[in-house]
């Protein structure tokens, strides 16, 4: 549990490198925001493809709501792939986080 | 008969079916019952999905399959649309549900990662199906670092299996398809996907199945019913026919587990680019090719990406042309031109020691030297994004931006991929590609499209990008691209994979025999056919 502790921040520093601490045999655990946000998100969001989304003090509600939609040319992610208690957790986190400047949108 | 007239009877059957009862968008699109099922029998059969999962995890309405709704794909009808999903967490579940399916006489529609995008994604072949999406199986079941394998349940991700092996210092690979964090090696292999290493034929490193039969058997191909668990993924061929093949492509068994080879990281690795500058030099990069990949000089999947695909997904079609008609080759050209990008740009990498790589390269620098074709390194392209995009690849990197291509048109997010499959000889490439323009052309659509180069054969991969948010243009999309089956068919080139509105009319091009082979192996193994009606054109 205490390297759980920790995940926060590194994950901020090296998203790429974010632990999911999944065990052989084992389903992936409910993932921190900032890791499901590496996972799925940051491929598009910030990297060519989607509009930045950090930083930009989105409305949880209208996040959670892209998310299963999937606008336009987004992927709509079934509650299989981002579970409802990581989406809410998601949703809460994009909204809250500032910019990344390492970041570069469409 | 035409798949075309197969399609429009089914429309028809469509027709005379009950409606669903359920306000809401999906629903309101027409989406139907499958045949001989009432409103009663799938309300039953939910209901007892989620008696078997949770009622989390049953959707059967309009809002909550929102998600399972979503596609690339043209269907100006809605007839793709699922009626409902079900998630099950492990085999037994699998099996449970299967047995209601039978009961109810319901059909299910499985998918692993369910986002086969430009194919479907998690739509079905034919109406009034139930998605069974295995996603939340994503169990990684053994990793052997002596024999580097895998074995995976179709729920797991490359992300998720990347994550596992750099977590524990494993110095293996993966080799993923263009859209990897969010696919996975069960569902891409069982689909007969390919990615872009050595490894990149992903059937050709598959190693054992388990797989649910449609009367609940647990069916475990080659070694895996022996008593040695590890021989399971090291020997594909166990004793007597061999079945994996019949799993994939196919609606005969629910795949539940699958091995797969790893690639060890290898001490050098080396991508590179040729650029040539003119559209028909795509035949004598066929053939200069050709006995450079039969020869494993040249070891991974090949891509010769056209330079529209590769604007396509970085650039928006306003950037490019203000003209409506088909983008020509000239303004593509001097697009790319500017983007430090050949019309055709052809990527290659090798792996290996020092020496290896740098024999090879020396050979395939001097085959290229003969088409007057730019070798280009890393160091030469420097932060190129189309060159980092296919550095990634080749490495089996994990990236997205393949997303773009689906905003090259409007905002609509539209893909439909078209594959037809070819001798690997620069002969079949030119007709092929006045072809394509030339129906692309009539329907209103762009070329964008790559060559792939396997062991012997070409795929040539044509994006059909339109925009989805208007239904015209999505009802062309649909038109273009049966256009496009029927006139590459007739021609002798017919697609290695196609999405699920196109299934029948491409199974029609395989062969009578062919499919009442097929027929008769789904009537056996799935006599009530519950699994996949239409998929792969078997019903």
Known sequence: MRR?????????????????????????????????YASICAY??????????????????????????????????????????????????????????????? | MSGATIDRR???????????????????????????????????????????????????????????????????????????????????????ILKI???????????????????GSTTTAAPGQIVLDLKRMNRILSVDTELCTALVEPGVTYQQLRDYLDEHNIPLWIDVPTVGPIVGPVGNTLDRGVGYTPYGEHFMVQCGMEVVMANGDILKTGMGSTKNPSAWQAFKWGYGPYLDGIFTQSNFG??????????????????????????????????????????????NVVLMMGAAYQLAMFHRRGEVTTKPAQVSDEEIAQFAAKHDLGMWNTYIALYGTPAQVAESERIIRGAFAAIDGDVMTQEQMKDNPWF???????????????????????????????????????SETQGQIDLAKQILARHGFDYTAAFAVGMRELHHII????????????????????????????????????????????????????????????QALDPNHILAPGKSGIA
């Open chain 1, 4 to 36: 759980w502790a920790l995940l926060p921040l590194m994950l901020l520093a090296a998203p790429a490198s974010a632990q999911t601490g999944q065990a052989l045999g084992q389903t992936l655990a409910q993932r921190p925001p900032a890791k499901t």
């Open chain 1, 44 to 106: 598009c969001h910030g990297h060519n493809v989607g509009p930045i989304i950090l930083g930009r003090k989105l409305p949880v509600e209208y996040i959670q709501a892209m998310v299963r939609a999937g606008r336009n040319g987004m992927p709509a992610m079934r509650p299989t792939e981002i579970s409802p208690a990581e989406l809410d957790a998601l949703a809460v986190w994009i909204s809250k986080a500032p910019k990344d400047i390492k970041e570069h949108g469409q």
């Open chain 2, 10 to 96: 089914g429309l028809l059957g469509a027709g005379v079916a009950a409606t669903i009862g359920i306000a809401g968008q999906a629903m309101a699109q027409g989406a139907v019952l499958a045949p001989g099922v009432s409103k009663a029998d799938l309300a039953a059969a939910l209901k007892a999905m989620r008696a078997v999962v949770g009622d989390a995890w049953v959707a059967g309405d309009a809002e909550s399959l929102r998600p399972w709704s979503k596609s690339y794909t043209p269907d100006p009808t809605g007839r793709h649309a699922p009626v409902g999903a079900v998630a099950p967490e492990n085999v037994e579940q699998v099996q449970a």
């Open chain 2, 101 to 119: 399916a039978n009961q109810y006489r319901q059909p299910l529609w499985p998918v692993s990662t369910g986002k086969n995008m430009g194919y």
């Open chain 2, 254 to 299: 629910v795949v539940t587990k699958m091995g797969l080879w790893l690639m060890p990281a290898p001490p050098v690795y080396k991508p590179l680019v040729v650029r040539h500058k003119k559209m028909e030099d795509v035949a004598r990069i066929t053939d200069a090719m050709r006995p450079l990949r039969i020869a494993g000089i040249v070891p």
């Open chain 2, 388 to 426: 980092h995009h296919h550095a990634t690849l080749m490495r089996g990197g994990l990236s997205l931006e393949e997303v773009g291509l689906a905003r090259w048109k409007g905002a609509g997010g539209g893909l439909a991929w078209f594959a037809p499959v070819a001798p690997a000889k620069g």
């Open chain 2, 463 to 522: 994006a059909l990008l339109y925009d989805k948010s208007d239904p015209a243009e999505e009802k062309r999309a649909d038109d273009c691209y049966r256009e496009l089956v029927t006139g590459f068919g007739d021609r002798g080139w017919c697609s290695y994979r196609t999405g699920v509105h196109a299934m029948d009319l491409v199974a029609a091009q395989y062969g009578e025999t062919n499919r009442a082979v097929n027929a008769a192996i789904k």
